[in-house]
Structures are given as structure tokens and as C-alpha cells.
């Protein structure tokens, strides 16, 4: 076998799953509800107040990941 091949057959699958599906999972329907409206108001609420504001629930999510995301959604 290629040595090419058999080393990725030992990795996982391309990309990462992100942070936002792994906390919408663990959330609980008004913490979730929360943290869309906040994601959506974008003018009104920064990067780093959702970021503290995940830390404070427990969730290690840097601004730069909350701006990183919200960049991608309004791609979409």
C-alpha cells in the first residue's frame, strides 16, 4: 500500500466540526435561544462579549473563533 495512503487511513476525516455544534449541543433551549440572538446582533454585540460570556458557561471559545464564525455564516 502507498505509504501516503496508509498514513491517512490513521487520520480523522479533513476539517474540524467547529466550536458552535459542540456548544449548541451541551446547551439547553434558552441558553441556546440566547446565544443566537447574540450571534445575529452583530452590531450591538461584539466578538468578545459572546466570548466571555461562553466562558463564563464553561466553554473555552476565543473571540477570534466567535468573529471566525460569524464571517463564515454571513458567507453562507
Known sequence: ????????TGLPGPGTKGWY???AA????ERLGQLDAALAAE???????VSVVLREWG??????????????RREL
Not at 451541551?26 to 433551549?29: G, M, R, S
Not at 466553554?59 to 463564515?72: C, D, I, L, P, Q
Open 1 to 8: 500500500m502507498d505509504p501516503f495512503e496508509l498514513a491517512q
Open 21 to 23: 455544534p459542540a456548544v
Open 26 to 29: 451541551a446547551l439547553d433551549a
Open 43 to 49: 452590531g450591538r454585540i461584539t466578538a468578545r462579549a
Open 59 to 72: 466553554f473555552a471559545v476565543s473571540e477570534g473563533m466567535v468573529a471566525h464564525y460569524r464571517r463564515r
